[in-house]
Every structure is written in structure tokens, then in C-alpha cells.
């Protein structure tokens, strides 16, 4: 079968295209290498060097993932109980104020995480805005302390999950909860039977995303919460001590980042089944 | 079922106010965009709260601000279809309808019914999004229906649809209505969609309720000039009142000598100045002044512009006296033709005196397009 292509005198256009998607395919291919080349790197070392299966099983990477793994779901548990309101509530209402309230939520995505952790010093530190105080009464102190750890990763994590939620809640029609309470159903029923069911892959993308960076938090913990072994040293910060030579080594950096690694993969490709099968049964 | 409302609101610089009632009726809410219809709809459904007033659904007292009686939404039993139907993506068909059921009935059953009632037998297990345009239509009405609704109101339901769907969905709705024996609110900005509807037809204009009555009425006698403009009435012209007499009276529209007949209830005075509403459909085209004495209100005329509708023709007319008055003219295909329209350019306007609505003058100014 012959097909009659219409655009065929005009070669001279065709070939001069070519170049263009070329140098488009070598960039892209270039693009690609430096991405999988540090990771390659990584299993590469690991391969090469049994002492790095050694030290996965060494005392302090399992501390310091044990600490990762429960103090970034907390986080993610309260941002979870208290951004989805606050998420409903942007996308829903109006308020006076509501734009500064909106790029509160969002300061700290675009702030640099030390300045998140100098800023929770000066606030809830022992000489802080609100820790002098809560010392001197209750004698509590909050810096240097798992819950240091918790709060670094709550206000650095939690605007990632309020603005996802935010999004997802934006996309539902308003029309859609006003014709439910005209059909009877409270605001809570509303919010439960039709507007969740259809945000809940957007809410799930959030929740990752908060977690992912709950787990990878270093600047704003090492500055509130310090590094100390087995109450504020978690994956990042134990891999920032391996590698700067007084624990594990290098070798060790290379065991503990392994295991973020295959934590990363795993969550991501849990994600994309879950979503998947939301957008199908959705 | 009754209804009563009255409301007013304020919101920003938009003032609204309105005022109507109706029993077992189609009342069509008429106007354009941001006229107020919507706001009606949302106000008698409780998603939305006048700064004053009364709305009351046979008897039962939905919004009082003088006792402050405002129901919530929920308890209200209004059925409320808005133009994105807004159907819950996420459920089934049965699922949607059975979704406002009150809880101790069977729904099953209740369901069931719906579904047979709207001719959706086969489609329980469907989500909306799989189903046709006119289908979807027939979900939300079953959907607003479920709760045995006391009043259906319907925001431009049929507006995404095509002609010859919307013209099937009409017609199930006037079944509806004869079946069910329900008050029915239907806001559209569709003059033949208000007019092959409507019992009773309410005019909006910016935030006001123009004038609220039967079809006919609103059609044949509007109130005021603006409502005219609004049902498609192209010929308004400003006269000056010269006699009264019994029935008829007789004016001058800028140089032109009209007879009219008076609107029962109208108090029209020698001088007055009023407005003259004649639809463009009830112009009759004559080849020359009838020789017979004693008639009046002809004129002539020639054509200075044309579009043709395929059904119809629209002529205007610019009358050939001393001021030039322009006249639209509807006609039928076929006429069009069979009077040769297409060559002769000048005729004699019959404006019969019945046809002339007339109206107390407002200050809008000239009609002259």
C-alpha cells in the first residue's frame, strides 16, 4: 500500500528539522546519564565493597533509620490531621487575609531549611520567643529533643501535603457540595461521600511528598534538634556524620544512602500503584 | 404545591429584589446573565441568604427575617439541578439517585421507580460520565426528585445541550410537571425556550424583577420597555398621546399618526408620552394603501437591510415620510416568496392597532438602532 503523503515536495522543510531533533535527542540523552550515573555510582560501590553490606547492619544506621522512618510518619500523621482542614478551608472560603495565609504555607517550600531551623531556634530554643517562656514556667525545653526533630520536619514537610490537598479540593466543582446539601447531607457527609472519594489521589500524592521530604529533612533538625545518635540523628544527619569520617566512613554514607534509596523506590512505586488503581476505580 | 417568595440582597454594588408567587406551576425566570435568575434559585435552596424577605413552600415557612426563620439547605426538600449537573463522579448512576433518600424507605424499590420514571432501566450500574448528554440530564432530575422534592428548581439545565435533545428534554419536563403536580422554577436566558415553557414567566433585569405573569401577558402587554427589549420586541417607538378615546387612542410617533388600542387597567392622558411595542412578527406587508376610508395606521416603506433565518426573514424598514422611522419586519419563508420580497423593495407597513402594546414612557432615550 502506497501512502500519499501531502507535505512531500516540501523536503527541503523535513531536513531541516532533522539537526534541531538530533541535537533534542543527544541533550536528552546527555540529560539522562547524569541522572542515572550517581545512583548507578551507588550500587556500583556497594557491589564492589562488601564491608557496605556489613554496615547496614550496624548499630547506628539502624537507629538512625528506625528514627527516620516513625518521626517522619508522625509528621506526616499531624500534618495530615491538621493541614487537611486548613486545606479545605483555602480552597473553599474566603477570608479576609487569606493570600498572606497563603504564602505563609508556602514559605517554607521556596526557604532554604537552615533558615527554617534558625527560625524554629529563635522561637521555640531555650532563649526563643516562646521556648524562653514555656522553660522558665514548665521547665520544658523543646531544642535538642526528638520533638525538635518532629517540628523541623513538620513545618518544612507539612506545606507540601497542604498545598497538594489544597489542589485537589480546589478541583472539585462547588456546585457538586452545594447540590449535596440540597439533597440532605451535611457538611460533614458532603465532605466524606463526595468530596473526598474524588480528592484522595491528590491527597495521597501529598501525603508522599510530605513524608519524602519529612525523611530527607537535614539543615532545619541539625540546626534545632543537633545530631545526637539515637534521639536526633536520623538517615541524613548519620549520613552527613559517616561521610564526614567519625562514625561509619564513607562506606558507611554509601550503606545509609543505599537504604534511603530503596525506601525512595519502594515508596514511589507503591504511589503510582495506588494512584493507578484510584484513577481507574475513580 | 405553593410558592411564595419575596427577597431582598445586597451584594457589593448589585441590588436585588423580587417578588412573585406560584402554585402548581412552570415558572420560567427569565433574563440575561447576572440579571438575578441564579440568585433566586440559590435563595429559595438556602445556599443563599437575602438580607430580608419571605420564602414559604406550601405553608411551610423556609426563610422569615422578621420571626428569623432561615432553614438550612438540607431540611429545605428543594430539588436543585444546576447546568454542570454536577453529578458525583465517583458513584453510579443508582448510587447518585439514591444519594439524598431519606433513610427508612426503600430505596431499592424507590430507585427502581426513578429509573423507570426517566427511562434509565439498564444504567443503574453506569458512572454518569459514561453516559450521554441527555441521560446525565435525566439523572440529575431523578437525583433532585429522589426526596420527594416539594419544588424543583432548574438553573439552565438544558444549556449544554444540542437543539433536537433539549427539545425532548423539554417535553419530558412538561410530562413531569403533569405527573407530578410540582411548582417548578427554571431559570433560562432563552426567549423560545421561556416561551414554550413558561405558565407563568418572571423578566429580570439587573438584580430587579421587571414584571411577573402569565406568558401571554408578559409577551403581549410588557410593562415596560425594557421588558419588551428583553422578550424580543424589536419595534419600540417614543409617541406623544394625542386623543383618548373609549378603546383606542390615537398618537404621534415622531411624525407618524397611530391608532391604539388602550391596555385594560392603562390611565393614558392627551399628552402623555409612552412607548410603543410592536413585535416584528405582527407587521403586515401590503402592496399599497387599501382604498377603503376610515382605516388607518399604514405606512410606507422600503427595505434598507435583510438577514434571512432560513425560517424566517428579518426586514428592516425605513419608513419613506419626512423622518425616516425604522421597522423591523418578520416574515415567513414562504411568504417571503410568495410575495416576490425578494425583488420589490417597497411596500405599505400595516401596524394593526391591536398589535401596538403601549407602555408609560421611560427616559431611555430613543429607540432608532
Not at chain 1, 97 to 121: F, H, M, R, W
Amino acid at each position: 500500500m502506497t501512502v500519499d503523503r501531502p507535505g512531500r515536495r516540501s523536503i527541503g522543510g523535513i531536513s531541516a528539522d532533522q539537526p534541531v531533533f538530533a541535537a533534542v535527542a543527544i541533550a536528552s540523552a546527555a540529560f539522562a546519564i547524569f541522572f542515572l550515573a550517581p545512583f548507578a555510582g551507588l550500587v556500583y560501590r556497594a557491589a564492589q565493597n562488601r564491608d557496605v553490606w556489613h554496615l547496614l547492619s550496624a548499630d547506628v544506621a539502624r537507629q538512625a533509620l528506625v528514627l527516620s522512618l516513625w518521626t517522619s510518619t508522625l509528621s506526616t500523621v499531624i500534618a495530615i490531621t491538621f493541614g487537611t482542614g486548613v486545606a479545605y478551608l483555602l480552597a473553599r472560603s474566603s477570608f479576609p487575609g487569606k493570600a498572606l495565609v497563603d504564602a505563609i504555607i508556602d514559605l517554607p517550600i521556596v526557604l532554604p531549611p537552615t533558615v527554617a531551623g534558625v527560625a524554629l531556634l529563635v522561637a521555640f530554643g531555650r532563649k526563643g520567643l516562646i521556648g524562653q517562656p514555656v522553660d522558665h514556667w514548665f521547665g520544658f525545653t523543646f531544642g535538642f529533643s526528638t520533638l525538635a526533630v518532629i517540628m523541623a520536619q513538620l513545618l518544612v514537610a507539612s506545606p507540601f501535603y497542604v498545598r497538594a490537598a489544597k489542589g485537589g479540593f480546589e478541583s472539585i466543582d462547588p456546585q457538586m457540595t452545594r447540590v449535596a446539601y440540597t439533597l440532605g447531607a451535611s457538611r460533614t457527609r458532603t465532605f466524606l461521600r463526595v468530596v473526598l472519594p474524588q480528592t484522595w489521589p491528590a491527597l495521597l500524592a501529598g501525603i508522599v511528598l510530605c513524608w519524602s521530604r519529612a525523611m530527607g529533612e537535614l539543615g532545619a533538625t541539625l540546626i534545632f534538634a543537633g545530631n545526637l545518635q539515637g534521639r536526633t540523628q536520623t538517615m541524613p544527619l548519620a549520613i552527613i556524620q559517616a561521610f564526614e569520617g567519625t562514625s561509619l566512613g564513607l562506606d558507611g554514607a554509601i550503606a545509609l544512602s543505599l537504604i534511603l534509596l530503596a525506601v525512595a523506590l519502594t515508596v514511589l512505586v507503591l504511589f503510582r500503584v495506588l494512584t493507578r488503581r484510584a484513577i481507574t476505580t475513580g | 404545591m405553593t410558592l411564595e417568595f419575596s427577597a431582598r440582597k445586597r451584594l457589593g454594588a448589585f441590588v436585588y429584589e423580587a417578588a412573585f408567587s406560584a402554585g402548581d406551576e412552570l415558572v420560567v425566570l427569565f433574563g440575561h446573565s447576572g440579571a438575578g435568575k441564579s440568585v433566586t434559585l440559590a435563595m429559595i435552596a438556602g445556599l443563599l441568604h437575602p438580607d430580608g424577605g419571605r420564602i414559604a413552600v406550601d405553608g411551610k415557612v423556609l426563610f422569615d427575617s422578621a420571626v428569623g426563620v432561615d432553614l438550612q439547605p438540607q431540611v429545605r426538600n428543594t430539588g436543585y439541578v444546576v447546568q454542570d449537573l454536577a453529578l458525583f463522579p465517583h458513584m453510579n448512576v443508582a448510587d447518585n439517585i439514591a444519594f439524598g433518600m431519606p433513610a427508612g424507605i426503600n430505596r431499592r424499590e424507590r430507585v427502581r421507580e426513578l429509573l423507570e420514571m426517566f427511562r434509565l432501566e439498564g444504567f443503574e450500574g453506569r458512572r454518569p460520565r459514561t453516559l450521554s448528554g441527555g441521560q446525565q440530564q435525566r439523572v440529575a432530575l431523578a437525583r433532585a426528585l429522589a426526596r420527594e422534592a416539594r419544588i424543583l428548581l432548574l438553573d439552565e439545565p438544558f444549556s449544554a445541550l444540542d437543539e433536537s435533545l433539549r427539545a425532548d428534554l423539554r417535553r419530558e419536563l412538561l410530562r413531569l410537571k403533569e405527573r407530578l403536580g410540582l411548582t417548578i422554577v427554571f431559570v433560562t436566558h432563552d426567549l423560545r425556550e421561556a416561551h414554550l415553557l413558561a405558565d407563568k414567566l418572571a423578566v429580570f433585569d439587573n438584580g430587579r424583577l421587571l414584571q411577573y405573569g402569565g406568558r401571554e401577558e408578559i409577551f403581549r402587554q410588557p410593562a415596560a420597555r425594557r421588558v419588551a427589549e428583553l422578550t424580543g420586541v424589536t419595534n419600540i417607538l417614543r409617541a406623544t398621546v394625542e386623543r383618548v378615546d373609549d378603546d383606542y387612542a390615537t398618537v404621534d410617533a415622531t411624525g407618524l399618526q397611530l391608532r391604539c388600542g388602550l391596555p385594560p387597567g392603562s390611565s393614558f392622558a392627551e399628552a402623555d408620552h409612552a412607548d410603543l411595542a410592536v413585535r416584528a412578527e405582527r407587521v403586515i406587508l401590503r402592496r399599497s394603501v387599501p382604498a377603503e376610508p376610515g382605516l388607518s395606521n399604514f405606512v410606507e416603506a422600503e427595505i434598507v437591510s435583510e438577514d434571512a433565518y432560513g425560517a424566517s426573514h428579518t426586514l428592516q424598514f425605513a419608513t419613506l415620510g419626512a423622518t425616516r422611522l425604522l421597522i423591523d419586519v418578520e416574515i415567513a419563508a414562504r411568504p417571503y416568496e410568495v410575495l416576490g420580497i425578494g425583488q420589490l423593495k417597497r411596500w405599505t407597513l400595516e401596524l394593526p392597532p391591536e398589535d401596538i402594546h403601549m407602555m408609560p414612557a421611560t427616559d431611555a432615550g430613543p429607540t432608532a438602532p
